[in-house]
């Protein structure tokens, strides 16, 4: 794994947390559902560039 990768996975862990704070302190669902659309696209990538890389 290189630093472009790493730097992907610790960016999909932030996603990953912001998504879940953002349901714990009661936000909208609409933007907490947009947030985690935006986090699982990004956890596919990441998974794309680390299977491929």
């Known amino acids: 794994m290189d ?3 790493s730097v992907m996975v610790c960016l999909l ?3 990953v947390v912001a998504t879940v704070a953002a349901r714990s302190v009661g936000n909208e669902s609409r933007d907490v559902g947009l947030l985690a659309v935006f986090t699982a696209l990004w956890g596919a990538g990441t998974a794309a560039a680390v299977l491929m890389g």
């Open 3 to 5: 630093i472009l990768e």
């Open 13 to 15: 862990a932030a996603l």
